[in-house]
């Protein structure tokens, strides 16, 4: 039994800003935990500012579409938008950067894929004609997972 | 962005008067504590307990704030909630920062580290 729903909104910062809040609040009512749904929104708001910030930068703004399979193991979210490619075709590797540095130095960026990938147990990236297409898969425990 | 400051005992202790600090209000808090810091006591405790989430813009300008402080002045974190915990964590910030569980607790240690 997977359960699956899509939605779309414009890459703004204040429409991705409820567009996620949405997707995560539809998550928690199928029953992904509290604590996990937390996890999802921190590693989807990254997602979702980085096409608003990278994929339609020096264009139209166009759409972020997400879809969202969840099955009572994985949830898995695809997000795709009509912008550039990623630079090289390659996502960015999030690698931790060095904070034993002095104040001036500090990183006040460069935090998002690590959020990604540290949150997210699998990233996939595809570019097609359609655009980019980025995919997030999560291990989750259900919550009283609905008899189908 | 909405931030309340008050000084005691030489601590100038600002409050997030916010739910978030997400990209959409990453840059006009780190301009509005760069104007409520300006010239203020050696310490600072930023009150973070009514934000529930934090993106890592909102992580990168609470660096920035830090950094705007400058040399001899610090920035102490209280009261973080549990998502905004988790992020500073996975991204080791909890390493740079001083955190305390509440205002008080960090309001207790009433020292500025040279």
Known sequence: M?????????????????????????????????????????????????????????????????????????????????????????????????????????????????????????????????????????????????PA | MSLTSTTADGTQIVTVNAERIDAAMAIQFKEDMRSTTENGPDRVILDLSEVKFIDSSGLGAIVAAMKQLGQGRKLDLAGLTPMVDKVFRLTRMDTVFDLYPSLPDAQAVNRVES
């Open chain 1, 2 to 146: 997977v359960d699956s729903f899509s939605c779309s909104f414009t890459a703004t910062e204040l429409d991705a800003r409820t567009g996620v809040q949405d997707v995560v609040n539809r998550l928690r009512e199928m029953g992904v935990p509290e604590a996990r749904a937390d996890e999802v929104q921190i590693a989807l708001t990254e997602a979702v500012n980085n096409v608003v910030e990278h994929a339609y930068a020096g264009m139209d703004v166009g759409d972020v579409r997400i879809r969202c399979n969840l099955d009572p193991e994985q949830l898995w979210i695809s997000i795709g938008d009509a912008g550039v490619p990623f630079k090289d075709g390659q996502l960015p590797a999030g690698t931790r950067q060095d904070l034993n540095v002095s104040l001036e130095e500090l990183p006040e960026g460069g935090f998002g894929w690590l959020l990604i990938r540290e949150l997210a147990t699998d990233v996939q990236y595809e570019r097609n004609d359609a655009g980019n297409n980025l995919s997030l898969r999560f291990e989750i425990q259900m919550r009283n997972a609905k």
